[in-house]
């Protein structure tokens, strides 16, 4: 479908656009179902929804996309639900897994691994147009957050929209490929536990993306839409002292205390605080505060957590933190073993991956508030993903999408986000989203030179990184 003119009569019944023609102005704001004529369509547009006044701002697949993924509704929304109603822990997702593999394997062209990349809840479904072209990937999250954050929480972190928006994209990317004769592959990865359990981490070792142009994913939230989400880098750090035990009043000299030690290190890094970045986090606790207080403690240990804006900053911060805990065994004489546990990257934006998502966002009907940010502006949530490893390793969208609040307005993790995650409001924002990622996908195989932009755009932001991840 070459241009908007032709647009077939189910969409323009449907009357997601309307057009005005110099022989009929464009009808007021707020007219409720009001009929023009335009080229023997009759058009009617949809009550409440904002109208694109210029059709030569309608990119050129975004007709098409947007009649694919209405015609997937109904077969996403009861997968939404579903994944919604059952939620799983990380690694532990079989029901999503079996259920969102079951529905890839439905739908023509695709070639589904269950089990992927050695995991019993990963999954891979592929699509490919038989001509050559760019490889764009969508990740399915599918896990709930961990328990440990509020027990029985359910999907509070509102996952069962991203799988659906990446089934949405990838799907409706798959069938312009296929109906425009578009050259490239599609992949949908299905990523288990992006909740602390690093499941990208491990699909990227285990060569998910090897052969991966671009990857993109969506997180729902209450706050942002935006295509350029920066998030934070973080790791941990285990920290074990080891002294030598003794009687304190009877011979305290024989000892070597650790948990002195622990308190040593605990209260440098306190002085630390004042003179770190206003977005350095560091969160610790003392895990071992040694054995009675009668004894000189012969063992003692506690757990850092660093948060930094990149993963260049996390490194100049983790060694700060290390030099308090080495200072802690310094002063008394313990030794000291320094367990890094590797976290998670800052998430990279990618200003072109933007630029073509922004492009389909605004020419959907009823834009959203809030707005997407200003072109080279960027968003920064203050949360971690393992997408952030990714977009260390190929550029990457990680797409921020407000769906409509709870009563409470709760943020993710909180019972009220719980609630809100699973409405048709929710999967509707959801729909769109995919919409614009399936658009920012097309493009990429449609526009060339496109992903050479991209790629460019990638290795300045690296640069800018300097280079390899911290942890
Ligand atoms: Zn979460
Ligand atoms: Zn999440």
Known sequence: MGSQRTFSPEIVMRGLFQFSSPRSPPAPQGAMWQMEEDDGFILVPRPGRE???DPEQVPQYLPD??????????????????IHYNPELGYKEHKAHDALTKFMESQAGWVVTRSAF???TAWLAVYDSGRPGPTVSFNAEMGQNHPDALPGLGHACGHNLIAVASLAAGLASAKILRRHRLGGKVTIVG????EGGGGKIKCLDAGAYRDVDVSIISHPGILNNSPMVRTTAFTHLNVAYHGRAAHAARSPWRGINA???????YNAISVLRQQTRPDDIIGLQITNGGNKPNVIHEHAGGVAVLRATSASRLRELQYRVEACFRAGAEATGATVDIEVVPGYLDHVPNSVLAA???????ALPGVPDPPLPLPGQFTWVKASTDQGNL???LPSMNVSFAIPPGVNGGQPHSPDFEKASSTRGAFDRAMRVGKAMAGTAVDICATPGLLDQVREQWKRDMARQDGAPAV
């Open 51 to 53: 109208q694109v006044e």
């Open 65 to 82: 996309i947007d009649d694919i993924i209405h015609g997937l509704e109904p077969s996403l929304w009861p997968l939404n639900t579903f």
């Open 118 to 120: 050695g995991m019993e």
């Open 191 to 194: 990523t288990p536990a992006e």
């Open 259 to 265: 948990l002195d030690a622990m308190v040593v290190a």
């Open 356 to 362: 073509a998502f922004t492009k389909y966002w605004k």
């Open 391 to 393: 977009s260390y390793a």
